[in-house]
């Protein structure tokens, strides 16, 4: 069975690459992994032509084969019918739905006619899952959740600011190869159905790529480069390339500008592309043999960020082997077998890492270069894995840090201020955390804490202060240290400063849940207070007052405060109104 598989998924592949650049332009939202999976089992029970597809075949395939093979019946659940959906129609407008199958339309009112069963084969899939997920094995070597305690244990990791990253990003050489093969492809160029390129144009890619032309050993060339094909998804992945109507690509008219100037856009190309560190793992002749190292890639990255960035390359290579062994029934011999293709089953995973700007090896040791260590976290984010990662403190902006601060301890947001407060003198700090404060008048725990931290800086901040007078969102703090510093000629305090200060308060309070924001109107005062509060404090132009006045009426247990903030309430939207 392994064969036929082998050879099935070889002759599918041209045609479901094909099918990826035809549905990014018209079924943008199509899994080609879902197609994929549904596309390899038609022609292995099927059909022996992969374009001759039959209703039967939409049952046999679906309902009879899918339920037992699936390896995410969630995600199948939402998108596998859309997908074949699509891939039927892929089929028929570009002339490859073969002679002697059914017509599209009864092709796809029988995918309507067993979606709805479909679905609940997976969702019954789902539930068995589900029931037994505490004695699962995790899917794979390259995933975040079995380590989520250990990396949710590490040290503060510090991430370089962007400028930094930009730098590097252009630097990549992966990318740059990608876009030297998009430059090549250059404008409407056509490709095959069995192969992406002729062995001419292969030969042409390589050049431009400053690969050599490998030894074939009689099997065609297109099978022989799989480093080509590899640049070629990247520069996909990286729209780079993109489809120009049927079985035709070009290069986008920004590709050959890279590297891009700006830093934003030199970040988000590195970061657009930072899943394909998925085409590092090894690629080895039995289909599933490489299907039990897949993973491998990330699975490194996993283990060299659990020892703080760095890690010696022969406790990888032991630690993977036994992982690749203890997640797959051929992880053992799969792993002899890369070993015997690449001298070492990681060379391919370093070379693509380091290609990609994420690592350097160095004598034994490999190590996360800042850039790799930016995408290991997006990785993890992603893996909807927690982190401790903040900027560098010798990077990290004056509203970084309010924005870090709000969520830490109070001793270690105490500890970051100072240590961020050593790099830059108290009155310039003063200014950079009141400037930051002000950017968002809706964010009223960071002027707080902007309030908080410049109010420890005492007489220096004065001149900080006084800028801060002509900030709405910021006057009334402004005015208040100045009336505690003495400082002459500042103005007092308002009625007005008082009640933003309340609002600002109050909206912090409400944000952490009702009791603690009924407790916060306990705090102000008694019902009578609260009613006298509210005659007035409608007033005031804070952003969160009208949801501040709802909330009121909503949650405070005495019947007149409940009247008074309705009265408010509709008080306020008038005069917004």
């Known amino acids: 069975m392994t064969d036929r598989i082998e050879a099935a998924a070889a002759e599918l592949r041209p045609l479901l690459q094909n099918f990826i650049l035809w549905a990014r332009e018209n079924a943008p939202g199509s899994d080609s992994n879902l197609v994929g999976s549904v596309a390899l089992w038609h022609r292995l ?67 309507d006619r067993i979606e709805d069963d ?83 144009e292969i030969t042409e890619a390589l050049g431009a790529l400053g690969l050599a032309v490998p030894e ?54 590195w970061l657009t592309g930072l899943q394909s560190i998925d085409y590092g793992d090894p690629e080895l002749e039995d289909e599933e043999a490489t299907i039990a190292l897949s993973g491998l890639t990330r699975a490194l990255l996993i283990r060299v960020l659990l020892a703080s960035g760095s890690k010696s390359l022969s406790e990888l290579r032991a630690e993977l082997a036994e992982a690749a062994a203890e997640y797959d029934d051929q ?28 690592i ?53 947001a105490d500890a970051e201020f100072a240590a961020w407060m050593e790099l830059r003198e108290p009155d310039q700090a003063a200014k950079e955390l009141l400037e930051a404060a002000a950017e968002d008048d809706a964010d009223a725990l960071v002027r707080v804490q902007a309030a908080s931290m410049v109010g420890s800086l005492g007489e220096v901040a004065v001149p900080a202060w006084q800028d801060a007078l002509d900030e709405p969102s910021l006057r009334p703090y402004a005015a208040t240290h100045l009336a505690q510093l003495g400082v002459e000629d500042a103005p007092p305090p308002t009625q007005a400063d008082t009640h933003w200060l309340i609002l600002d308060m109050l909206t912090i309070s409400a944000g952490l849940g009702r009791p603690e924001f009924v407790s916060s109107l306990d705090d102000i005062g008694n019902a009578p207070n609260l009613v006298n509060l509210l005659d007035v404090i409608w007033k005031v132009p ?36």
Not at 64 to 70: E, G, H, I
Not at 374 to 388: M, Q, S
Not at 546 to 557: D, F, Q, R, W
Request: net charge negative; hydrophobic share 40%; glycine share 6%.
């Open 118 to 200: 479909f679905v609940d084969a997976m969702e019954d899939l789902v539930a068995e899952q589900d029931e037994y997920d505490d004695e699962e094995e995790p899917e794979g070597l390259g995933d975040f959740e079995p380590f989520a305690d250990e990396l949710a244990d590490l040290p503060t990791i510090r991430l370089r600011p962007d400028a930094e990253l930009a730098m590097a990003a252009r630097e990549t050489k992966l990318i740059t190869k990608a876009r030297d093969l998009a430059v090549w492809v250059g404008s409407e160029r056509r490709v095959g159905e069995t192969s992406l390129l002729t062995d001419a």
């Open 360 to 412: 350097e090896v160095e004598h034994d040791q490999v190590r996360l270069t800042p850039l790799g260590m930016e995408g290991v976290v997006h990785l993890a984010d992603d893996a909807d894995i927690e982190l401790d990662a903040r900027p560098a403190i010798d990077a990290m902006t004056a509203l970084d840090l309010l924005s870090f601060s709000a969520e830490l301890p109070e001793e270690e």
């Open 45 to 111: 029970i099927a059909s022996d032509d992969v374009g001759r597809w039959k209703q039967s075949d939409l049952r046999t395939v679906l309902l009879d084969r899918m339920p037992q093979v699936v390896e995410d019946p969630d995600a199948a659940a939402d998108g596998m019918v859309p997908a074949v959906r699509a891939y039927l129609t892929f089929l028929s407008e570009t002339g490859r739905l073969a002679k002697g199958s059914s017509s599209l339309k009864d092709l796809l009112a029988e995918l």
């Open 331 to 358: 992880g053992a011999e799969s792993w002899a077998t890369a070993s015997t293709q690449y001298g070492d089953p990681l060379t391919p995973v370093l070379d693509w890492l380091a290609g990609y700007g994420m």
């Open 542 to 577: 804070h952003p969160h007052l009208e949801e501040l006045l709802e909330a009121i009426g909503k949650a405070h247990p005495d019947k007149q405060v409940g009247k008074a903030a309705k009265r408010a309430l509709f008080k306020a939207r008038s005069t917004h109104n």
């Open 216 to 269: 074939t050993g009689g099997k065609p060339l297109a099978d022989c480069v799989p480093a080509l094909w590899n640049i070629w998804n990247l520069a996909i992945d990286l729209d780079f390339l993109q489809p120009e109507g049927e079985d035709t690509v070009s290069a986008d008219p920004d590709t050959a500008e890279w590297p891009f100037e700006e830093d934003d856009d030199a970040l988000d190309v």
